[in-house]
């Protein structure tokens, strides 16, 4: 890739006086801190930082870049984990952190209209105290931010049962290349037109840049019941997932950790867990008597899958030690490694014992540990390929493994991201994911929004292409042409 | 609008050598069966209308349409109430009526695949014995098809606990207007790429002919629990419902019928239904447990918002026919006035009330009355406009309450379609509805995938426009352009 044009200090300029001073990063020093995101290899300096503060200053940023000729990376907390916010060179990264009001609460009619900058938590706490709560739960939630959840429709342990952040986003203001300013989708339901605003939730920063989203509030369960089982290995607890969900049983969050993620958890939080094969943290909501229902039987089938112990908190201290080991275990291995990646692939829930046991045995043969942590009730996976950075080749191996590893899950009739998006890192793999037909319909609606690509370019297509490079079948037939002319 | 140009009996031959001679109507008298959907004026007899049996056939349609420059308007079962499916001058209807079959069960991942004239209620059926159910039930299941629903994204009673159509299409096969064949969505959850299936799902036929759909399948709740209740006035069942979603219950559905609508459900169908100002029907569902505790709290709130009587049916027959009695209030009007239009806004849950009391207004304003039978849970009015045609005027001034109602709908902070989509008959609502650059951005997403306007042309948008035609804004400015040649 050939570099981009400086940014000129006119541009700069330009942005200063629109944004002040205080809200256009150019120190070189500054600008490192950007440089990457939850990726953390592949850094890349962006030539400016710009901290829009209202939808009237993104405005200006996408106009004074446009005209430029400059690449935009929106930015949200930087905690994604497929390089979707890395700069480009010579890009300005668009920077939401400064937006961070909650706007207007409307808990009649359950939502809540945001901007992106908001952290995904505070959303909940703010209406916690009158019984609500925002469901699209990741494990970085107290940290990341709702336009970066929109950019990668984030998911999370309790999307099994409610949905992922496209399920959540009821409406969003939007800012387009052009600069002109959509909102899409409405508080109420089943808003007319194109669903534009799902086409907009996971675009990845390549559509356009959001600077509202209205969320759907839910009301706080009445009661959780939760439990943790051991298993000799990942069959027996592959097996109680799928006999769960076979019972009609759908559980708040069923969530699967093999021998080695248990090892790290312990080492991180010093809980009192077992060395096991695996283990099932699983959670039941709603109101008490379906609750106590529903996690007696589930337990009852747990039992019959094969379990060796299972364990059901005192009290909700507990319960949160439970859920700490859990989504501290990304962190966790972190103890037992030097260094390792994290893969996101989904496959059907009825191939997870299948699947587990091909990743030991690819995990095997290229010589590495893999630990699995995951969403087993949507059958999202979350492979950790463990490796030393120190050992020559050694990268190189764990990324041809990670590699592979997203192979099996297409080819086994899943894909290659279940809820950190495609990015930087796994553009490579959408060309094994989808046809070039399919891949030539998301680049159509692509140049729609963005023509000159200067959104958040050499991100998810695996391919960069300008837009008027169309392939034949798209160019209109002049018959078309005609036959169009004299119809209107 | 000026007449396309005939359709040559060289096309007429082409399809015919495509799917049987027996697969294209052109005889006149038969055409005349295509000439409308669920909305029967405005008739107009299309000028072929092709059977295609498989992919491959709609492919060999869509070529043969394009290459002629003959506009296409796909059918399903022709039960619209939007004027969806009613043919353009001079065009060639495709209905998907023959591709009939299930394709494919996987009950251990809980979907279907199915062609796109399969009935509706026969999803349901085909996986009724095994415990499994498709959800989205518009009161025309019986009939309606999923090709159908597909475009128009459907809903019915049930939608408020389990979404819409879109909620419950996990993958489509769609023909594109260049004829290429896409592959939107998958079985697994969250595919990466952007949600083009989201915006095909609802897109009315201007984006593409589904051939496929993949379908969500759900196992049948354990138990259903039925009540129905009647009001002195739509104030107090307005207010019950309110109460009951302010709880914190998530009915399976909850739908209000006023004076009028009881009137002619009454007489339609002979329920001892007693003469009040307003009723709810409401089912609970889910396990025994949770459902018991569910009704019995809705009722208990039902009572305190000023219920004069609350009904549970003794057994099933009864629960169904009351539910006969509100699946059939649409049709049951026709007995109490010798036409009327059938209206579908969405407001806000909270206004409810207010709004029912100002159509009220409105309607003695207009000399004209308005019955109300809806889905009381998400807000989506049903209003019907009674009037009869052979009074002169009457007509015109039932389309300008109608009108009214949606302008008032829209005011409210909702939408002029809930389920029935926007066809031809709200086409000319869309410009109050939405902004102008909200429209355009719609606009760029149908000419990215149907540049010459040949889908189902003159539906959805207020006024028709070239693909080429675009506002300033749109057209890349040349820095751009410079900009991304050095980039690349």
Redesign the interface.
């Given at each position: 890739?050939?570099r981009?044009?400086a940014v000129s200090s006119a541009l700069a300029r330009r942005l200063a006086a629109a944004l002040g001073p205080a809200h256009v990063i150019a120190d070189p020093a500054e600008l490192r801190v950007y440089a990457c995101d939850g990726i953390t290899h592949g850094r890349t300096t962006p030539a400016l930082v710009a901290l829009p503060g209202s939808t009237e200053e993104v405005v200006e940023v996408v106009n004074a870049a446009?005209?430029?000729?400059?690449?935009l990376v929106p930015r949200g907390a930087g905690t994604g984990l497929s390089g979707g916010a890395r700069p480009s060179p010579?890009s300005i990264v668009v920077s939401l952190a400064r937006m961070r009001r909650i706007l207007e609460l409307?808990l009649?009619?359950g939502w809540a209209r945001v901007e992106p900058g908001v952290i995904n938590l505070d959303v909940s706490r703010a209406v916690a105290a009158a019984?609500w709560y925002y469901a699209p739960d990741p494990s970085s939630q107290g940290v990341c931010s709702i336009g970066g959840n929109v950019a990668e429709?984030s998911?999370g342990a309790h999307c099994l049962k409610y949905g992922?952040t496209?399920?959540h986003v009821l409406a969003a203001r939007v800012v387009?290349s052009?600069?002109?300013?959509?909102?899409?989708g409405?508080?109420?339901?089943?808003?007319?037109?194109?669903?534009?605003l799902?086409?907009m939730?996971?675009?990845e920063g390549l559509?356009g840049i959001a600077t509202e989203a209205t969320l759907r509030l839910l009301?706080?369960p009445?009661v959780t019941r939760t439990f943790f089982a051991t298993f000799p290995s990942t069959d027996e607890a592959g097996a109680a997932v799928?006999g769960i969900i076979?019972a009609?049983i759908l559980p708040a969050a069923i969530e699967m950790m093999d021998r080695l993620a248990i090892v790290a958890a312990k080492a991180a939080t010093g809980l009192d867990w077992p060395d096991v094969g695996a283990a099932l943290l699983m959670d039941a909501d709603?109101?008490?008597?379906?609750v106590?229902?529903?996690a007696a039987r589930a337990i009852e089938i747990t039992r019959a899958a094969g379990a060796l112990e299972i364990r059901v908190p005192r009290d909700e201290a507990e319960r949160q030690l439970m859920w700490k080991g859990r989504k501290s275990a990304f962190a966790a291995v972190g103890r037992i490694s030097p260094n390792y990646l994290v893969e996101d692939g989904?496959?059907?829930?009825?191939e997870i014992a299948r699947v587990l046991r091909e990743i030991e045995r690819m995990a095997a043969e290229a010589g590495l540990r893999v630990a699995n942590v995951f969403h087993a009730g949507?059958?999202?996976l979350h492979p950790l390929v463990l490796y030393d950075a120190r050992n020559p080749g050694e990268e190189a191996r764990a990324a041809a493994l990670g590699g592979e590893i997203l192979r099996l899950c297409i080819r086994s009739?899943?894909?290659?991201?279940?809820?950190h998006?495609?990015g930087a890192e796994?553009a490579a793999y959408?060309a094994e994911?989808?046809?070039p037909?399919?891949?030539?319909?998301?680049q159509?609606?692509?140049?729609?929004?963005d023509?000159?690509?200067?959104m958040n370019?050499g991100k998810?297509f695996p391919t960069?292409r300008?837009c008027g490079e169309r392939p034949g079948?798209?160019r209109?037939?002049p018959?078309?042409?005609?036959?169009?002319a004299?119809?209107?």
């Open positions: 890739m050939t981009a044009p446009r005209e430029a000729g400059v690449p010579g409307d009649e009619n019984g429709n998911g992922f496209t399920n387009l052009d600069g002109s300013v959509v909102d899409l409405g508080p109420a339901a089943d808003a007319p037109g194109y669903d534009l799902a086409a939730v996971g675009s559509l009301r706080k009445e799928s076979a009609g709603g109101c008490r008597a379906e106590e229902h529903v989904v496959i059907p829930r009825s949507d059958g999202n009739g899943g894909s290659i991201t279940g809820e998006g495609v796994k959408m994911q989808f046809a037909e399919d891949l030539e319909t998301m159509r609606v692509r140049c729609a929004f023509g000159a690509a200067l370019p998810v960069p300008l079948p798209y209109p037939h018959a078309e042409v005609a036959g169009l004299e119809r209107w």
